[in-house]
């Protein structure tokens, strides 16, 4: 059965940093599309950043140049480095595993065809 599970949240102040991590058991993330999404409250679910099964990987604008998502195949894990955080980018992160492919939707990062979800880690900027 396959899991994720996410860690590393945490809360930081305005212009901190964080390294989220997600290890999945009995999947390979580069198989196929994984992710990274955050919800925050009141909020609908939105895209972070997404990377596809050749490694390469597209960010929502409003984290570009600050956030970095990368993986380690050996270890069957996902990273989301997230650096210069504002409290904007609070949330609650999930990772998100086997879409065939990243797509973008009205310029937007899809999320409608994962097959499998974290429970996700609590980030919380503020001063």
């Known amino acids: 059965q396959v899991k994720l599970m996410e860690s590393g949240g945490g809360s930081v102040q305005p212009g901190g940093s964080l390294r989220l991590s997600c290890v999945a058991s009995?999947?390979?993330?580069?198989?196929?599309?994984v992710g990274w999404y955050r919800q925050a409250p009141g909020k609908e679910r939105e895209g972070v950043a997404v990377?596809?099964?050749?490694?390469?990987?597209s960010y929502e604008d409003f984290v570009k140049g600050r956030f970095t998502i990368s993986r380690d195949n050996n270890a069957n894990t996902l990273y989301l480095q997230m650096n210069g955080l504002k409290p904007e980018d609070t949330a609650m992160y999930y990772c998100?595993?086997?879409?065939?492919?990243?797509?973008?939707?009205?310029?937007?990062?899809?999320?409608?065809?994962?097959?499998?979800w974290g429970q996700g880690t609590q980030v919380t900027v503020s001063s």
């Open positions: 998100a595993a086997d879409m065939k492919l990243c797509t973008v939707v009205a310029g937007l990062l899809d999320d409608t065809d994962y097959t499998y």
């Open positions: 009995e999947y390979t993330f580069s198989r196929h599309c």
């Open positions: 990377m596809n099964d050749e490694g390469s990987t």
